[in-house]
C-alpha cells in the first residue's frame, strides 16, 4: 500500500504569511491527491484535487502543485479562516490513503 | 443541496455489533460511489471503505476487511456500514463521504456528513 506523509506536523504563523505544506507519497501516484481543511469538531472540506486544481468555492489563496511522489499546497496570504488541520488523500488506487495531517496555528 | 446525514453510531461491547446509515439528498445517489472515513478521536483520517454506484463493487481497508460490510439502498438513498466483531480500535467518528465525480470511481471526497461517534468499550 501506498504511505502517505505530510511535513510539518504543526506550523505557526501569522495572519498575511504565506505558507507551503508539503505531503509525500511512499509510490508515484501521478497527480492522484486531494487536499482537505478540516477544524476541531467539523468534517474535512475538499480543497484541492487532481494536485492543482481548485475545488468550487474554494478562495483562489490556495493552490496545490507537485506530481510524482511529493506535493505542495499553498496559502498565499493566511486568513483567520485558515487556521486548521490539513491532509493530503492519494487516490492513486482502490485503498485511498490519507497523510497524518498538518496543523496550522497561530503563532 | 448535497446533504448526508449518519446515524446509528453509539457504545458498543468488543465482540459486538453496529449498523451505521448514511441518508443522502440533493443529489442523484444512484450516480456516485460512496464512502465511509473514520476518524479516531484526536487522530488523523483513515479510509474505511467505498461501494461503486454501478455495479455495486465494494472495496475495504486491510483493518476492517472480513468484519465490516458496506452497502447500499438506491431506492432509498442511503448508504449503510454493517460493523462486526468490533474492537477498541474501531473507536471513531465515521463519516459518509460523497465521492466527486458522477458515473466513475475516483476516490476523492466533496462532501461529507457531520458523522457519527463509535465507541467500542466493556
Known amino acids: 500500500d501506498i504511505q502517505m506523509t505530510q511535513s510539518p506536523s504543526t506550523l505557526s504563523a501569522s495572519v498575511g504569511d504565506r505558507v507551503t505544506l508539503t505531503c509525500r507519497a511512499s509510490?508515484?501516484?501521478?497527480?492522484?491527491l486531494a487536499w482537505y481543511q478540516q477544524k476541531p469538531g467539523k468534517a474535512p472540506k475538499l480543497l484541492i484535487y487532481?494536485?492543482?486544481s481548485l475545488q468550487s468555492g474554494v478562495p483562489s489563496r490556495f493552490s496545490g502543485s507537485g506530481s510524482g511522489t511529493e506535493f505542495t499546497l499553498t496559502i498565499s496570504s493566511l486568513q483567520p479562516d485558515d487556521f486548521a488541520t490539513y491532509y493530503c488523500?492519494?487516490?492513486?488506487?482502490?485503498?485511498?490513503?490519507f497523510g497524518p495531517g498538518t496543523k496550522v496555528d497561530i503563532k | 443541496e448535497v446533504h448526508l446525514l449518519e446515524s446509528g453510531g453509539g457504545l458498543v461491547q468488543p465482540g459486538g455489533s453496529l449498523r451505521l446509515s448514511c441518508a443522502a439528498s440533493?443529489?442523484?445517489?444512484?450516480?456516485?460511489?460512496m464512502s465511509w472515513v473514520r476518524q479516531p478521536p484526536g487522530k488523523g483520517l483513515e479510509w474505511v471503505s467505498t461501494?461503486?454506484?454501478?455495479?455495486?463493487?465494494?472495496y475495504y481497508a486491510d483493518s476492517v476487511k472480513g468484519r465490516f460490510t458496506i452497502s447500499r439502498d438506491n431506492s432509498k438513498n442511503t448508504l449503510y456500514l454493517q460493523m462486526n466483531s468490533l474492537r477498541a480500535a474501531d473507536t471513531a467518528v465515521y463519516y459518509c463521504?460523497?465521492?466527486?465525480?458522477?458515473?466513475?470511481?475516483?476516490?476523492?471526497?466533496?462532501?461529507w456528513g457531520q458523522g457519527t461517534l463509535v465507541t467500542v468499550s466493556s
Open positions: 461501494i461503486s454506484d454501478s455495479d455495486g463493487s465494494t
Open positions: 440533493g443529489f442523484t445517489f444512484s450516480s456516485y460511489a
Open positions: 463521504a460523497k465521492d466527486s465525480m458522477r458515473n466513475r470511481l475516483d476516490l476523492y471526497f466533496d462532501y
Open positions: 488523500q492519494h487516490y492513486n488506487s482502490y485503498s485511498p490513503a
Open positions: 509510490q508515484r501516484i501521478s497527480s492522484w
Open positions: 487532481k494536485a492543482s
